[in-house]
């Protein structure tokens, strides 16, 4: 094993194995040379055997969760992560790893576009850990995607709470409001970035757009001087 022979290694505690079948340290070791080769399969089935021997072992389960991870079986994994997170609550690397395996299991689906998957793996992750930057922005972005805008901005909203001067938040926000056709709460938000960010093209942008939709919508209501005051604004 530390000459990186992994083929012989294993072989070697295959046959440590054949002489006494339960022993911890061969079983171990064999485990990590398949998982480590990606022969997910046979890691798995052994680390089953060795949990014939060592029923609900929190070692070979967390060992079991990490495997089937790395062959992105998120679901399988997950469940196993859950009920030793359940069983120590006091352990944050069961949490941890049960949050991390959420995550990667949310991208895969977002990749996907299975937008309803991946939207429960996050709800998961931030009613776990509401502080979560990145699954609340994923949560935002499959509510946007999706255009479900109010489940879209109570996200963003609840984001902000805890982050209030985040950048990102906030134009999402905006960009929330605008596709709400609020338009004036959305160019109040990207005014303030504006100033936050003087030199930022894209916030620029984006409050004269908005300003000018806020505009054209006043003039279709037949509101002629609040429209010619967005305009203005634009000037």
Do not use: C, W
């Not at 680390?47 to 991870?69: E, G, H, N």
């Not at 509401?130 to 109010?150: F, G, Q, V």
């Not at 338009?183 to 003087?198: G, M």
């Amino acid at each position: 094993l530390q000459s990186m022979d992994m083929d012989s290694a294993l072989l070697t505690f295959q046959k440590v194995l054949e002489v006494n079948p339960s022993y911890p340290m061969a079983m171990n070791y064999s485990i990590n040379i398949l998982a480590g080769q990606k022969k997910y399969d046979e890691a798995v089935a052994l680390v089953d055997r060795s949990l014939t021997y060592y029923p609900d072992d929190p070692f070979l389960l967390f060992k079991k969760s990490a495997i089937l991870s790395e062959y992105e079986k998120y679901e399988e994994a997950s469940m196993i992560m859950y009920d030793l997170m359940v069983r120590y609550p006091d352990n944050e690397r069961y949490l941890n790893t049960f949050i991390d395996q959420k995550m990667d299991y949310g991208r895969l689906m977002m990749k996907a576009e299975e937008f309803d998957d991946a939207r429960e793996q996050f709800k998961a992750v931030v009613g776990l850990r509401p502080s979560n930057l990145d699954a609340i922005n994923y949560l935002a972005n499959i509510e946007i995607a999706t255009k479900h805008y109010d489940s879209a901005l109570n996200v963003v909203e609840q984001g902000l709470l805890m982050y209030p001067n985040n950048k990102d938040l906030l134009v999402k926000k905006s960009a929330i409001l605008e596709n709400m056709r609020d338009f004036q709460n959305a160019y109040q938000i990207t005014s303030d970035l504006v100033r936050r960010y003087p030199y930022n093209v894209k916030l620029r942008q984006a409050y004269i757009e908005q300003l000018l939709a806020s505009g054209r919508k006043y003039n279709n209501e037949g509101r002629s001087d609040s429209a010619i005051s967005e305009f203005k604004k634009v000037l």
